[in-house]
C-alpha cells in the first residue's frame, strides 16, 4: 500500500507546484499590464498633456527693446498751457445755430468760410492736418437767460459754460475719431437782439465772442432791425471767418503768423510730441511687463521699435538743429507710440490671467491625476518591499 500511495503524492505535489507557477506568471503578467496602463497614463497626461496644454494656453509676446525704453529720458513736468489736445488731425466743425427758423430765414455759406481760414490752416498744416466740416441746428436756445441793460441783453461770462452744455449735446463731434474743433455761429432771436457779451462789471466784450481752451469757440451774430421786418439775413462770411482766425490762433496760443513765431510754435510741438512719446513708451512697457496675459503681437511689437527708433532721430536731429526732420521724426514717434498703446490686441487676454486659467484646468487634470500618482506610489512600495524579499 505504502509503495502505491507515494507516487500518488508526489504527482499531486507536481500539479500543485505547477499551478503555483502559473498563478504566480499569471499575477506577474497582470502586474506588469497595470504598471504599464499606469505609466502609460502617467506619459500622456503629465509628459505629454501638460506641456501640450501649456504650450496651447500660453500668451504670444514678441521681444521688446525693454532696456531701451528704459534708458529714455523724461524732462521734468511742469505747468503747460491749457489747449486743444495734442494731435497729428484735427476736425474743424462749423456749426451755425438758428434758434428761430419761421420768423426768419438765414443764409450763411460754410463752404466761403471754410476758402477764407485756408490760408491759416496750410500755415500750420505740417505740425496737424485739419479736416473742415460744417453743420445747421434749429431751435434750440441758450441755456443762460440774458441780462436788460440799458438797451442791451447782456451774457455774463460766468453764464458761458452753461451755454456750451446745450449745444454739446446736439453736435455731433463724438462721431468723429480725431478731436474736434467747434465754431459755432449762433444767431439770437430778433426780440432778444442786440445780445452781447459781458464781464462782471457790463463791459460789452468788443468781439462778442468767447473762447473755451480744450473744446472751441461761440459768436454771436446779431440780426439788424431791417433783416427782422424783411424776415431775411445775409450773413457776412469774411466777419465770421474773421473771428473763426482768430479764435483759432487763442486755441494754439499763438500771437501771429509770422516766421518766427511759426517756428517757435513748431519747435514746442516737436518737444511735446518727443515727451508724449517717451512717456506712453514708458507707460506701455511697464503695463506689458507688469501684466505677462496681455499679447503682445507682431504688429503692436514694430510699432513701439518704430517709435522708440523715431524718437531717438528725431532728439539727434533736432540738436544738430534740423527742425524739419526732428518734425517728421517726431510725428511718426507720436502716431506709432499712441496706435501701440491703444492696439485692440492688447486687451485680448488682459482679463484671463494666469491664476484663472489654473481654476479652469485643474479641476479637469486633478481628478484624473490623484489614481494615476496613488497607483505609482503603491507599484514603487511593492517594487521595494520585493527587492527586500529578494535580498533577504
Known amino acids: 500500500m505504502s509503495h502505491k500511495t507515494a507516487p500518488k503524492k508526489v504527482q499531486d505535489s507536481k500539479k500543485s507546484a505547477l499551478a503555483k507557477d502559473a498563478k504566480l506568471v499569471e499575477d506577474d503578467s497582470e502586474r506588469k499590464f497595470r504598471t504599464l496602463s499606469i505609466l502609460s497614463y502617467f506619459i500622456v497626461l503629465v509628459l505629454l498633456g501638460i506641456p501640450i496644454w501649456w504650450y496651447t494656453t500660453r500668451v504670444y509676446r514678441a521681444p521688446l527693446p525693454l532696456e531701451d525704453i528704459d534708458e529714455l529720458r523724461i524732462k521734468a513736468t511742469k505747468a503747460s498751457d491749457f489747449g486743444i489736445p495734442l494731435s497729428l488731425e484735427y476736425d474743424i466743425l462749423i456749426t451755425f445755430v438758428h434758434p ?128 427782422c421786418n424783411s424776415g431775411h439775413f445775409a450773413a457776412d462770411s469774411k466777419e465770421i471767418a474773421l473771428n473763426f482766425h482768430q479764435m483759432l490762433l487763442e486755441l494754439f496760443h499763438l500771437n501771429n503768423t509770422s516766421e518766427a513765431v511759426l517756428t517757435e510754435f513748431k519747435l514746442k510741438k516737436i518737444e511735446e510730441m518727443l515727451e508724449s512719446s517717451k512717456r506712453t513708451l514708458k507707460s506701455l512697457a511697464q503695463l506689458l511687463s507688469e501684466i505677462n496675459s496681455i499679447v503682445i503681437s507682431d504688429q503692436v511689437a514694430s510699432q513701439i521699435n518704430l517709435a522708440l527708433h523715431s524718437v531717438q532721430e528725431a532728439e539727434t536731429l533736432l540738436a544738430t538743429g534740423d527742425k524739419e526732420g526732428a518734425l517728421q521724426y517726431a510725428k511718426l514717434a507720436f502716431k506709432n507710440s499712441e496706435e501701440a498703446f491703444a492696439h485692440p490686441s492688447l486687451l485680448a487676454l488682459l482679463y484671463f490671467p494666469d491664476d484663472q486659467k489654473y481654476a479652469i484646468y485643474i479641476p479637469l487634470f486633478l481628478p484624473v491625476m490623484i489614481p494615476v500618482i496613488m497607483s505609482l506610489i503603491q507599484i514603487r512600495k511593492k517594487r521595494g518591499s520585493a527587492a527586500k524579499d529578494k535580498t533577504s
Not at 126 to 137: G, M, R
Request: net charge negative; proline share 9%; charged share 20%.
Open 100 to 227: 428761430d427758423p419761421e420768423s426768419i430765414k438765414i443764409q450763411a455759406d460754410g463752404s466761403e468760410i471754410e476758402t477764407l481760414l485756408q490760408d491759416l490752416l496750410k500755415k500750420l498744416s505740417p505740425i496737424s492736418e485739419f479736416v473742415v466740416k460744417s453743420q445747421w441746428l434749429y431751435l434750440i436756445e441758450l441755456a443762460a437767460i440774458p441780462r436788460m441793460v440799458m438797451d442791451f441783453n447782456l451774457i455774463l461770462k460766468n453764464q458761458l459754460p452753461h451755454v456750451i452744455t446745450p449745444l454739446e449735446t446736439k453736435l455731433w463731434s463724438h462721431a468723429s475719431p480725431r478731436p474736434t474743433i467747434n465754431l459755432i455761429v449762433y444767431f439770437p432771436h430778433c426780440h432778444t437782439a442786440p445780445l452781447h457779451i459781458a464781464d462782471s462789471d457790463n463791459n460789452i466784450s468788443p468781439t462778442n465772442a468767447f473762447v473755451s481752451p480744450r473744446w472751441g469757440g461761440i459768436y454771436l451774430v446779431n440780426l439788424d432791425e431791417s433783416s
